[in-house]
């Protein structure tokens, strides 16, 4: 989806409520990265159409540090570096661990085939404002449907105290919070996220973890 000049995460759960009106009807709901800052005022605001809701790598709010990469990126994306942009991405939405032969192959075919086709910035710039300047707090208390929550302890852009803080509002929440994983936790922990996801859509238990409180919207627009 294309976004318009000014487009709030709020506005753009608009747009995709008047999808699920007009196309789907009332669904389970994954949101990852942005989609998941869209997916929770989906849920607040329409909650005829959202049966379950699954929040990936996003918390009710951007982190200081989310916020300073994301004011460095902007610009960046209107000098159209789309280069730096993307090595600081993978480089803060994997681990260490994940950097090994898979990480350097997907890094090459997606540099090579990904950066030369972005031409218009626009996109890439209101979709980062609106994530920026995304708060749901005060409308989390208003989502009544079951929610999943998937984090890492080590996401950039969402630090760990935010996932808590955001199951705490939710009535029926659940929190899945993997050591070490960073923003890319879907990709990284794939068969863990993916299992816990079914689970969780076909009504079987989910344990809410209890780790101790001690990285994009990158993922949305790279993905």
Do not use: C
């Amino acid at each position: 989806m294309l976004f318009r000049s000014g487009l709030s995460t709020h506005d753009m759960a608009g747009e995709y409520a008047r999808i699920l009106e007009n196309e789907t009807g009332p669904a389970d709901v994954m949101g990852v990265s942005l989609g998941g800052l869209i997916a929770q005022h989906l849920a607040a605001d329409h909650p005829k159409l959202v049966k379950k809701l699954a929040v990936i790598a996003a918390a009710y709010k951007m982190g200081p540090l989310g916020l300073q990469i994301a004011r460095r990126w902007i610009p960046w994306a209107r000098a159209h570096k789309w280069n730096e942009i993307y090595e600081e991405t993978m480089a803060i939405t994997y681990t260490r661990g994940h950097k090994g032969f898979r990480y350097k192959v997907m890094k090459a075919f997606l540099k090579r085939l990904l950066l030369p086709r972005i031409h218009d910035p626009s996109d890439f710039i209101i979709a980062g404002q609106a994530g920026m300047l995304h708060d749901s707090w005060d409308a989390l208390p208003r989502i009544q449907m079951p929610v999943l929550i998937v984090g890492g302890t080590t996401d950039k852009f969402f630090p760990e105290p935010l996932f808590h803080e955001m199951a705490a509002r939710i009535k029926e929440s659940r929190l899945l919070i993997i050591p070490g994983a960073a923003h890319g936790v879907y990709e990284e922990h794939r068969r863990r996220v993916v299992t816990t996801i079914r689970d969780f859509y076909k009504n079987l238990a989910v344990v809410k973890n209890s780790f101790p409180l001690p990285q994009t919207f990158a993922g949305q627009f790279f993905e």
